[in-house]
């Protein structure tokens, strides 16, 4: 019986919103190593585009994460990012600090904006 429930109601597919998307782009580019920490999102708009500003904090630990933190310092400000409906009209780096003890830590602060496309 519970069968012909699953083909009478097929699953229904989950819409992930902007931020949710930006988050899993961050977190590829950042090679799975690196932990959110914070994330603050606000409305931006001008005269001729709306759109949200992303500050996020993103944890990268030991040695290997760290390399990987590195690369995504590097890659960031040029990276071409595929959101659906959306523009990343700027991506910066804002603050990078590394730790040594216990164990090597990179800590990459960012600042994004995003433009809804019209």
């Known amino acids: 019986m519970a069968s012909d429930l699953a083909a ?6 989950v819409r992930r919103s902007t931020t949710e998307r930006l988050r899993a ?5 950042a090679e799975q190593r690196g ?10 708009a001008s005269i001729t585009f709306a759109g949200t500003r992303h500050a996020l904090s993103l944890r990268f630990a030991g040695a290997e994460a760290v ?3 590195e690369r995504f310092v590097a890659a960031l400000p040029e990276h071409e990012f595929a959101i659906p409906g959306q523009l990343v009209a700027d991506a910066t780096v804002s603050e990078v600090e590394h730790r040594l003890l216990p164990e090597p830590q990179l800590v990459v ?4 904006l995003l433009l ?3």
């Open 8 to 13: 009478l109601h097929p699953p229904r597919l």
């Open 25 to 29: 782009a961050l977190l590829a580019l």
């Open 35 to 44: 932990e959110m920490l914070v994330h603050r999102e606000k409305a931006w």
């Open 67 to 69: 390399a990987a933190g």
């Open 109 to 112: 602060g960012c600042e994004l």
């Open 116 to 118: 809804e496309e019209a």
